[in-house]
């Protein structure tokens, strides 16, 4: 693992002494019975693939599959979503059309859009997928709080197994960004067979363009792929995967949201 980042050298230190609320942190991670709701959520047919468990996402020892990545994922992301978490969760929501009925949420973690989701559309089915089953621990947690029923699953984004052209709407945030461009594809096509036609996917992530031109913005967190990611362009990547009505916007300089439809 690089020591060299700068979330290793700066933010880290600044985070866990000045930001980052230590006893909400701690009263999680003792809410949560960690070992039984991980065996609950776990699903042992799958096995890891090695673009995820080879690498310290956020220089977190052991990457999503510890309880310290889920417990510390949401106090951080309030502060790396600038202006703020909820402004930029609520422009995806904003670019949905219509009421999809089926809906999934992909690498949903600790379940925060997955949440919105389900506010937005409470008689629809919302799904959560996610391979660390500490962030679906938490994101069950957190729905359990707010009694709202979501189906949370241990699953790899790339091949759900679920049905063809069974979703109406796939929401994908903040994972491309952490992904191997030729996994981003297969995510992709995954996708494209999920959808019913005329189903729409909704993805927000990092601002490709402009993280590419800054180069020092792929340094400040522990990210593998985020230089990859930045260097690709996300719309030739739904248009070789098949979709159409594909339009990315601008979110606040350093985000964009694609909104993307599978033919009708
Ligand atoms: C940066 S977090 C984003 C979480 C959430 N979508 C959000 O908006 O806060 C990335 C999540 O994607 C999950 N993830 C990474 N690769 C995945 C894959 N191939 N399939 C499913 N989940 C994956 C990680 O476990 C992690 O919870």
Request: hydrophobic share 40%.
């Amino acid at each position: 693992m690089s020591k060299d980042t700068i979330w290793d050298r700066f933010l880290k230190p600044l985070f866990s002494t000045f930001l980052l609320n230590k006893e909400q942190i701690e009263q999680t991670q003792k809410a949560i019975d960690w070992e039984g709701e991980t065996q609950k959520l776990k699903d042992p047919s799958i096995s890891y693939p090695q673009y995820y468990k080879s690498q310290n996402f956020h220089g977190i020892a052991g990457g999503y599959l510890t309880s310290a990545a889920a417990v510390t994922y949401d106090p951080i992301t309030q502060f790396v979503l600038p202006p703020s978490e909820t402004i930029v969760r609520q422009a995806l929501l904003d670019k949905i059309v219509g009421y999809p009925k089926k809906i999934i949420d992909l690498g949903c973690g600790t379940g925060s859009g997955t949440l919105a989701l389900k506010k937005l559309f409470p008689d629809s089915q919302v799904m959560g997928i996610d391979l660390s089953p500490y962030m679906l621990a938490l994101a069950r947690y957190k729905a359990k709080e707010q009694h709202l029923i979501i189906d949370w699953r241990h699953g790899i984004a790339e091949s759900t197994t679920l049905a063809n052209n069974s979703v109406n709407l796939v929401t994908i945030s903040l994972l491309f960004h952490e992904l191997p461009t030729k996994i981003i594809k297969s995510v992709l096509d995954e996708v494209f067979r999920l959808l019913t036609p005329g189903g729409q996917v909704l993805i927000l992530d990092g601002n490709q363009k402009v993280i590419n031109r800054a180069s020092w913005l792929a340094n400040i967190f522990e990210e593998p792929y985020i230089k990859e990611y930045a260097q690709g362009n996300l719309d030739s990547w739904l248009v070789s995967v098949g979709f159409g009505e594909i339009k990315t916007d601008d979110i606040w300089l350093i985000h964009q949201i694609t909104r993307a439809v599978k033919p009708g």
